[in-house]
Nanobody
Framework: QVQLVESGGGSAQAGGSLRLTCVASEYTTRYFMAWFRQHPGTEREAVATVDRDGRSTYADTVKGRFTISKDNVKNTLYLQMNSLKLEDSGRYYC?????????????????WGQGTQVTVSS
């Protein structure tokens, strides 16, 4: 069972940047991985996903601003967030799944980190 630990959240001004990091306890090559975010009172939504071969997808709301990447040597997943907007605020979760058919579906992912908070202010 893989353990996921996120870091890198914090506060940033609109237009600024943050980089989130998710360290996995075992080989990231085994997993389909993703970043989800959650606003208070809402469901978690997929922000960016990456499959075992490194192919990525993005939510329309972050396309062109966020980049997901994976370092399989360090067993680490990243989310580079640029041109931050107020609506990017939320709690960000790293997720991993062995068998993922629908990359943006929360239920497809078996393992989750504890989340890291991102707050964007004007």
């Amino acid at each position: 069972q893989v353990q996921l630990v996120e870091s890198g959240g914090g506060s940033a001004q609109a237009g600024g940047s943050l980089r989130l990091t998710c360290v996995a306890s075992e080989y990231t090559t085994r997993y389909f991985m993703a970043w989800f975010r959650q606003h208070p009172g809402t469901e978690r939504e997929a922000v960016a996903t990456v499959d075992r071969d490194g192919r990525s997808t993005y939510a329309d709301t972050v396309k062109g601003r966020f980049t997901i990447s994976k370092d399989n040597v360090k067993n680490t997943l990243y989310l580079q967030m640029n041109s931050l907007k107020l609506e990017d605020s939320g709690r960000y979760y790293c997720a991993a799944g062995l068998y993922v058919a629908d990359a943006v579906a929360e239920y497809e992912y078996d393992y989750w980190g504890q989340g890291t908070q991102v707050t964007v202010s004007s």
